[in-house]
């Protein structure tokens, strides 16, 4: 069975400080690995992807993300926060075995100044 | 290009009736995805489409439906709306049939259920 789990509901940092927004996945099959962001009112935007070629992935904005999987984690992490980050983030898996997409619950992001 | 079209945007419907949404996806993507998104919550898979037919189906129930055409847009039915199907309905497409490279989404159509 598949499953994502976004660690934490809220994470809050300071304009210019690093970002962390955890995720672990649970797959019987190998993983394709996706962090989206939604900002209010918006779509989904895709900020990165990882698909069994490198294991850090670099994306839009600054953002990157390491494949684990030793530890079954992909988390998503960005050097210098900017208040133009602020926004619902979620860690997607679609396993190559099916059409299934699995979202996290999210990590909501708040920067302050 | 356009991106991933959806309509309408909104909608207000009665307990009980029936609702379409429609989605267009990008030129040359051959699949469509359809979300659920609960205020509050991450979005829910529904329905996966590939080269007109059903890939892949999340745990909803049978009043939910859904089809794509020839031209790869594609219809979300839902029959006998509930207050708790009120939520934002996302659509999503890629050129692949498993997604691996990503999805684009579209804005969604907020349903509203009273």
């Known amino acids: 069975a598949q499953s994502v789990t976004q660690l934490d509901s809220h994470v809050s940092v300071s304009e210019g400080t690093p970002v962390l927004l955890r995720c672990n996945y649970s797959?019987?099959?190998?993983?394709?690995l996706f962090w989206y962001v939604q900002h209010p009112n918006k779509g989904l935007q895709l900020l990165l992807k990882?698909?069994?070629?490198?294991?850090l992935v670099k994306g839009i904005n600054g953002f990157e993300a390491e494949f684990k999987k030793s530890e079954t984690s992909f988390h998503l992490t960005k050097p210098s926060a900017h208040m133009s980050d602020a926004a619902e983030y979620f860690c997607?898996?679609?396993?190559?075995?099916?059409?299934?997409?699995?979202f996290g619950a999210g990590t909501r992001l708040f920067v302050k100044a | 290009d356009a991106g991933v079209t959806q309509s309408p945007t909104h909608l207000i419907k009665t307990r009980g009736q029936h609702v379409t949404l429609r989605c267009s996806p990008i030129?040359?993507?051959?699949?469509v995805s359809w979300y659920q998104q609960v205020l509050g919550q991450g979005p829910q898979f529904i329905f996966q489409y590939y080269e007109k037919e059903e890939r892949g189906r999340g745990n909803f129930p049978d009043r939910f439906s859904a089809r794509q055409f020839p031209n790869y847009s594609s219809e979300l039915n839902v029959n006998a709306l509930l207050l708790g199907d009120s939520a934002l309905y996302l659509c999503?497409?890629?050129?692949?049939?498993?997604?691996?490279?990503?999805?684009?989404f579209g804005s969604g159509t907020r349903l509203t259920v009273v």
């Open positions: 797959s019987s099959y190998s993983p394709s």
């Open positions: 999503a497409s890629s050129s692949g049939g498993q997604g691996r490279f990503g999805y684009t």
């Open positions: 997607v898996v679609i396993h190559t075995g099916g059409f299934k997409t699995i």
């Open positions: 030129s040359g993507h051959k699949s």
């Open positions: 990882y698909t069994s070629a490198a294991t």
